[in-house]
Every structure is written in structure tokens, then in C-alpha cells.
């Protein structure tokens, strides 16, 4: 493909995707959709030209390690003060109401 050619999307294309997506997509929106896809298209087809042949794949454009804090115990135990506060509990557990029947 040349990187100058246009690739079309029809709006045709686009209403019957969103029938299938069982999207409700009103002419106007179809109009601007068609738009947009169709850049997008057209886009891909320009990075498709680019030679890639040299480039390593890789599963993340960031090989380095995280850096992560210590695994350290930083706030105290509070359940005590926080259960006494709260409406219900029962053996160390909140007791809420029933939303499932």
C-alpha cells in the first residue's frame, strides 16, 4: 500500500456496526464517526509503511524494574476503636443488612 493512498470507511460500514454493537448512533453521529475512523485508517496505513524490520519486539516500551517501598507495617491496629463506632458487630466481624435475598 503507498503511504499517500486514503483508506475509506463508508458510513454505511459504521451504522452497521453499531446496529451490531446495538448502538444507538444518530446520522450526525455516523457522519463524524465515518470522519474519524477513516483518519484512523488512514493513519495505521502510514505507520504501516514504516520500515520495522530492525526493531526488537517487546511486551512493554519500559524495561526497567519498579521500584517499590519497603513491605513495613506503618498504622497501628485500630479495629477496636473502629468497631466500637460502628452500628453492628459481632465476634470482631461488621454486621451489615441483607441487599441479596
Known sequence: MDAGKKMSFDQSEVEKIAHLA????????AKHLTADLSRILDL???????DT???????????????????????????????????????GLYLVPRVIE
Do not use: F, Y
Not at 53 to 59: E, F, I, K, R, Y
Open 22 to 29: 446495538r448502538l444507538a448512533v444518530s446520522d450526525d453521529e
Open 44 to 50: 495505521v496505513a502510514v505507520m504501516d509503511e514504516v
Open 53 to 91: 524490520s530492525g526493531v526488537a519486539a517487546m511486551a512493554h516500551p519500559l524495561h526497567m524494574t519498579q521500584r517499590l517501598r519497603a513491605d513495613e507495617v506503618t498504622e497501628t491496629d485500630q479495629r477496636e476503636q473502629n468497631q466500637k463506632i460502628a452500628p453492628a458487630t459481632e465476634d
